[in-house]
């Protein structure tokens, strides 16, 4: 499962902005390790530098020092809609002259392509294959004549989620959609103002934190200071999986610092899915937290079982086949010496399609594990996201084809247990109310039918309790 994007954006005539913003891409590499850029505006015209790759391939001092101005943005991408290529990286240039705008976007527009049918026979054209190349042009092709008013005319019309950090020739604005599916926080460095995806992304700049944007709301940084309009909200939709696996555990979203909200997860799991075990140890590393969270609840000790090797990022040689049959073993070692004999509790964040749990379970039987109860802190997926994470196609989650003992079976595990959704809830520490349940419940925030429509042409799933078991508001 990925997440889609890291974004971020300064307004500061005292720093040098592009270097800020490579510190910031850096920190929210975890976001999108296919590409990268940053743009920024000198009041007069844009510069831009993006290419394919990390943060730290994409950039040098040179290309670094070619990017000046007071004001920069960037963006580090996972593709969700528009392929991975060099032509959709962003952040993307749009419009002329004075109507023009640079662009970064984390999410996904539900009704971007009837925008786009709208926006083409207006005469408007597209480079990319990208929502977010609907958004600016429709930001654009507002009527309106203040900047802030044409944000909101487009705010009006998206449906999904997008958080945007959207530069101007003398302005910087952080955009937040109504329902606040993807996070979107301000800092503030020396006085002048940042906006970044996560709040890890301001510790890494040595920036402090201000606010989280709130849902609907835009806000507009620029010579005068700093202003903020908010739009109205009908529901709050915060992607829970914000939570579970896609933020740093280092980063706070709604007021809450992930990594006890993890722990709170495995504890919760050891309550609801208590089994007699020797160790318990959670898959590096978005699920160490709540492996340790599991173990000191159920009394058990912890363990590192499986050792990550940190330093694989997303590379573009294609490993020949012998490789590929390796799998999992490129990403991680087991350690027998610890394993052996041991009846193992393995703590994880997520099974989506059930392609890498077997290979997890696998390989901690070759290292002597003798039994394997995988817990889980994720209720079962069965409905895709349309939010700007590429989860699989309904077709593929494989908890929306199998019953829990067939999934156990199928990844050959000895017992498993899923979260329910009020014992994740409750790991939280939230109200129910403002989450984006959708994956697990198929009750989606808005209208997703375009999208469910395609999905179904192409990947009928089974049952008709299944075709029709998807809720919308
Ligand atoms: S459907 Fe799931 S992954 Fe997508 S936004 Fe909602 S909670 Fe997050």
């Known amino acids: 499962m990925h997440e889609c994007c890291g974004i971020f954006g300064v307004y500061s005539p005292n720093e040098d902005v592009a270097r800020l913003t490579f510190f910031a891409l850096f920190a929210l590499q975890h976001r999108g390790q296919e590409s990268a850029g940053i743009a920024t505006t000198d009041g007069r015209k844009f510069q831009l530098f ?49 109507n023009s705008i640079a662009i970064a976007h984390n999410g996904n527009i539900v009704n971007a392509e009837h925008l786009h049918e709208e926006l083409y026979e207006q005469g408007y054209s597209f480079r990319t294959s ?64 940042v906006i970044a995806s996560e709040t890890c992304a301001l510790d890494h700049i040595g920036a402090d934190f201000i606010k989280e944007i709130e849902p609907g709301e835009i806000v507009s940084i620029g010579a005068n200071g700093v202003d903020s309009y908010l739009e109205e909200t009908s529901r709050r939709a915060s992607c829970i999986f914000e939570y579970i696996y896609f933020a740093r555990p280092d980063s706070v979203i709604n007021g809450k610092l992930l990594y006890p909200a993890r722990q709170a997860m495995g504890a919760q799991l050891a309550v609801e899915h208590p089994v007699d075990a020797d160790l318990v140890m959670g898959v590096p590393d978005s699920a160490t937290a709540a492996g340790i969270g599991y173990a000191r609840e159920a009394n058990l000790p912890f363990c590192e079982g499986l050792l990550k090797n940190r330093y694989v990022g997303r590379t573009f040689i294609e490993p020949d086949q012998r490789i590929r049959d390796l799998g999992v073993k490129l990403k991680f070692n087991p350690l027998p010496q610890m394993l052996e004999g041991k009846r193992l509790v393995v703590v994880d964040d997520s099974i989506v399609r059930g392609t890498t749990t077997p290979k997890v379970v696998n390989l901690l039987r070759r290292a002597g594990v003798k039994e394997v109860h995988m817990r889980i802190c994720a209720p079962p997926i069965r409905y895709p996201c349309f939010f700007g994470v590429d989860m699989a196609t309904r077709q593929e989650l494989i908890a929306a084809r199998k019953s829990i003992p067939k999934v156990r079976d199928f990844i050959g595990a000895d017992s498993l247990g899923y979260l329910s959704i009020g014992g994740l809830i409750k790991a939280v520490g939230l109200p129910k109310d403002i989450f984006c349940l959708a994956c697990f419940t198929g009750d989606y925030p808005m209208p997703v039918q375009l999208e469910m429509d395609k999905l179904a042409l192409e990947t009928l799933p089974a049952t008709g309790e299944q075709r029709f078991g998807i809720k919308q508001r």
């Open 130 to 193: 990208t929502d977010t190349e609907v958004i600016a042009n429709l930001i654009i092709s507002s009527p309106e004549r203040e900047w802030v008013d044409k944000i909101r005319y487009a705010m009006h019309r998206l449906q999904g989620a997008y958080s945007l950090v959207i530069m101007t020739k003398h302005n910087l604005f952080g955009v937040r959609d109504p329902w606040g599916v993807r996070p979107l926080c301000m800092g503030s460095v020396n006085g002048d103002r």
């Open 50 to 98: 993006a290419d394919m790759g990390l943060v730290s391939q994409v950039f040098d001092e040179d290309s670094l020092s070619q990017l000046t101005g007071p004001i920069a943005i960037g963006h580090s991408r996972y593709s969700t809609r528009g392929s991975s290529r060099k032509i959709n990286v962003q952040p993307m240039i749009v419009g002329k002259g004075s």
